[in-house]
Structure formats: structure tokens, C-alpha cells
């Protein structure tokens, strides 16, 4: 099995593990239901986003 020739430098390290500590996204409150959503996209239960209705949500089916 191959063994690496050199020691991996700690920045190496680091770059690898650097993803393995992101953390989730704080969820924000819909304005329109008050429901959580995340931020920057439109509700998933009433579809609004910014005001507007974009698309159909959970409670117009």
C-alpha cells in the first residue's frame, strides 16, 4: 500500500478539514405566515418571497 513520501504541512491540513465545520444556516421567519424559511428563498408554505407571491405553497393545494 502506498505510504506519502513527506509529512502533509499543517495549512495542507487545515484545507482539507475546512468543510468538516460549516455550520447550517440560520433559518429566518417568513414576514407573510411567520413561518421559518431559509433566507435569500421564497417560503415553501405560503410562497412569498419579498412581498410577493412567486410560486404556489403548501397552502393554496
Do not use: W
Not at 40 to 48: F, N, R
Amino acid at each position: 500500500m502506498p505510504n506519502p513520501k513527506r509529512r502533509h504541512s499543517k495549512s495542507r491540513r487545515g484545507k482539507r478539514r475546512a468543510h468538516d465545520f460549516l455550520t447550517p444556516l440560520n433559518p429566518g421567519k417568513c414576514p407573510n405566515c411567520q413561518e421559518f424559511k431559509a433566507p435569500h428563498q421564497a417560503c415553501p408554505k405560503c410562497g412569498y418571497y419579498r412581498g410577493r407571491q412567486v410560486m404556489a405553497g403548501e397552502e393554496e393545494i
